[in-house]
């Protein structure tokens, strides 16, 4: 059998489909990763063949953009004015990236015939090229449903459903998009997978999904070391402070949140251990300061060792950090964050404060907080033990295959 993955294309959208795309070549099937040249690095050290397609980068990149975007939805709170701030911005981008893939993937598609093609739910070239080439589509979540949640074109959502969390009924196609479908000969509709590959656990995800595959999440935050200094217990109390991987390249330096996790820590005295998970320009960001290592290491060896962590809200880190049972305080940035890390508050695991609760004194309470709480631990120990029985990635290739 033959397996085109497609993500999104940026990396924190492709690492969470590499257990998957893993168990599909250990059970003897051929798989290809189609994606942009600033991910295609990253696929080939996941020890996955990639297939390179034009993906306009730029168009995630784009700090000033993104961070208008945003300032339109957090204006426009509530109703018809959200819904036009969501389809001109995000939407339409997703459009524009699909428009860039379209052309290259469907080439590629129709030359290797897939018998499965396996996408990113914003990644709309995916569906395009299944039904190019009569291949079954299937939609892969990297977390907690929050395209469905937001009712965003093909995403699955049940127009007979209530909306629970937004007030309009399902955000429309762009037009863009609806071109790009009729150019392929595809057709538009509320799903285009006809299953959805999801790695949450019951107590987090949206309710109401139809055709599921539940998966265990595989914890991948790409090839990096683990260092000597790891292999022993701290001995204190050890945090944790991450900003993955695509904030500050998406919305720019001044959504940077480390230094103030790190003031905040600070005032909680030496008897604290910190490791910042940060590389590149994110790095160069931190000032030197006693008790803290800034060093790349991978969150799924690092997080075991910690008794908390400090982050974005990123789903990435979000799932990491639970499948390792480490209590979380998420300095929530964008509304997709914080609609998927509320689920976590409210589980228990989790403390959310959004960019407005935020400052200094607010974290280093909201920390304190989590260290001194047996219950917020035991929350998240229930998390991680309902993470480990979803059934493997093996299982999962075993239901995706029956499909044919």
């Known amino acids: 059998m033959r397996v085109l993955f497609v993500p999104l294309p940026f990396p924190t959208h492709y690492f969470p489909t590499v257990g998957l795309a893993w168990a599909f070549r250990l059970a003897g099937h051929d798989v290809r990763v189609a994606t942009g040249d600033q991910v295609a690095d990253a696929v080939d050290r996941s020890g996955v063949p990639v297939v390179r397609v034009r993906s306009r980068p730029e168009l995630i990149e784009a700090p000033e953009r993104n961070r ?14 959200l819904v036009d701030a969501l389809v001109a911005g995000p939407v339409d981008n997703y459009a524009r990236i699909a428009e860039a893939m379209a052309e290259d993937l ?14 990113d739910p914003l990644a709309y070239a995916g569906p395009i090229a299944a039904q190019a080439t009569g291949a079954v589509p299937v939609r892969h979540l990297w ?21 629970r969390a937004v007030p309009w009924e399902a955000l429309p196609w762009p037009p863009r998009l609806l071109d790009l479908f009729d150019r392929y000969g595809a057709t538009p509709g509320d799903d285009l997978a006809v299953r959805t590959v999801d790695p949450c656990p019951p107590s987090l995800q949206v309710p109401g999904a139809a055709n599921t595959v539940p998966v265990r999440y595989t914890p991948y935050n790409g090839e990096e070391t683990v260092p000597e200094w790891l292999w022993d217990a701290p001995g204190r109390p050890r945090i944790c402070v991450t900003w993955g991987l695509a904030s500050t390249a998406t919305l720019g330096e001044e959504f940077f949140g480390v230094p103030t996790a790190l003031r905040a820590i600070g005032d909680l005295g030496p008897d604290v251990d910190v490791v910042v998970a940060a590389r590149g320009a994110d790095a160069a960001r931190i000032e030197p300061a006693p008790n803290v290592r800034v060093e790349p290491v991978p969150l799924n060896a690092l997080l075991p060792t910690c008794d908390a962590v400090v982050h974005h809200g990123g789903s990435g880190t979000l799932f990491t950090a639970a499948s390792c049972g480490v209590p979380q305080l998420i300095l929530g940035m964008m509304h997709e964050h914080e609609a998927a890390s509320s689920r976590f508050a409210a589980q228990g695991s989790a403390v959310l404060l959004s960019r407005g609760q935020a400052g200094d004194a607010d974290v280093r309470e909201a920390l304190a907080g989590i260290l001194d709480d047996p219950a917020r631990r035991a929350a998240a120990r229930r998390l991680a033990a309902e993470m480990r029985v979803q059934p493997t990635p093996a299982d999962a290739v075993e239901r995706l295959s029956a499909l044919l």
Do not use: C, H, K
Request: glycine content about 12%; aromatic content about 12%.
């Open 106 to 119: 469907v080439g590629f598609a129709r030359a290797w015939r897939p018998d499965l093609v396996i996408s």
């Open 143 to 163: 977390g907690v449903d929050s395209p469905r949640w937001f009712r965003l074109p093909g995403t699955g959502f049940d127009r007979n459903a209530p909306a």
């Open 68 to 81: 208008e975007w945003l300032g339109m939805e957090r204006a426009a709170s509530e109703g018809d004015e």
